[in-house]
């Protein structure tokens, strides 16, 4: 019978910045493209930008990994360490 499981997750934001430093946000059309495209205009210079994925993109990471992550690169530290110390 299938269970259900929750998992503690960290949330990304993922803003789109023009060149001019100004944030782009979708324009609240959609070209019926496939895959569907959206329209950002920057806040700043109104410039336009058309993107697949609409911005801000939230994103979920699960915290176990992202700290496996974190554990990895700290043992990889550690190592380089252990071998720069033996010069
Ligand atoms: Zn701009």
Known sequence: MPTEKS????TMITRLYCDC???ML???LALTSYPPQ???RCQLCEKQTTR???YPRVEYAPV???SNLE???????ARLDVMEGGK
């Open 52 to 54: 697949i994925d609409v």
């Open 64 to 66: 176990e990994s992202v």
């Open 38 to 40: 959206y329209p950002h």
């Open 71 to 77: 554990a990895e690169v700290a043992r990889q530290r």
């Open 26 to 28: 979708p324009t609240g």
């Open 7 to 10: 998992i503690e997750a960290r």
């Open 21 to 23: 430093g100004g944030e």
